[in-house]
């Protein structure tokens, strides 16, 4: 079931204390980036505190600027992806800091198909908090956390050809 975008534009609204939330089309859905100045934050991004997660990012990527490779010409990065929105329902990344907590307030792990038994690392969030900025930015903000510690895709491998 698709989602709506005026959904998508209330949860980046209601993510403003986090900074620059952005909401991306993907196979029906959302994905949900915290969009920062300088060198994606995979390695070592923080976004602790209740206010300025952005400065602080752009704060750490200044002082880590020597060694690294040099920011996209727009100069914003996305952040892992941190969350998720599928049939106008919010899902954040959970992990061993936060799954108990999701648990706890009534969320449920994220099943992209009704008849298939695969579940993704992903919670959903109560209408009660999606309707808290406060309490979502402090949900989102430790799923930045996860997001952040979780390994890079690795790009596959192309397979040579055999020659007949």
């Known amino acids: 079931m698709a989602s709506s975008s005026g959904f998508a534009d209330y949860v980046c609204e209601q993510l403003e204390g986090l900074g620059r ?3 991306r089309r993907m196979f029906g ?3 949900l980036y915290l969009l920062i100045r300088g060198q994606s934050p995979r390695a070592g991004f923080h976004p602790g505190g209740s206010q300025g997660a952005v400065r602080r990012a752009d704060r750490y990527l200044s002082a880590c600027e020597a060694g690294m490779p040099r920011p996209a010409p727009e100069g914003l990065q996305k952040s892992p992806m941190f969350g998720l929105i599928a049939a106008d329902e919010l899902y954040l990344k959970a992990g061993d800091s936060n799954r108990d907590a999701l648990l706890a307030m009534g969320g449920k792990p994220f099943k992209p198909f009704d008849d298939k038994p ?3 690392s992903y919670m959903s969030v109560p209408a009660d908090i999606l309707d808290d900025a406060e309490r979502l ?3 989102a903000r430790q799923s930045l956390i996860v ?3 979780a390994p ?3 790009l596959a491998k192309p397979r040579s ?3 007949a």
């Open 147 to 149: 997001a952040g510690k």
């Open 21 to 23: 939330v952005q909401a």
């Open 118 to 120: 695969m579940i993704m």
């Open 29 to 31: 859905g959302f994905g």
């Open 161 to 163: 050809r055999k020659e």
């Open 137 to 139: 930015c402090e949900l």
């Open 152 to 154: 890079a895709r690795r």
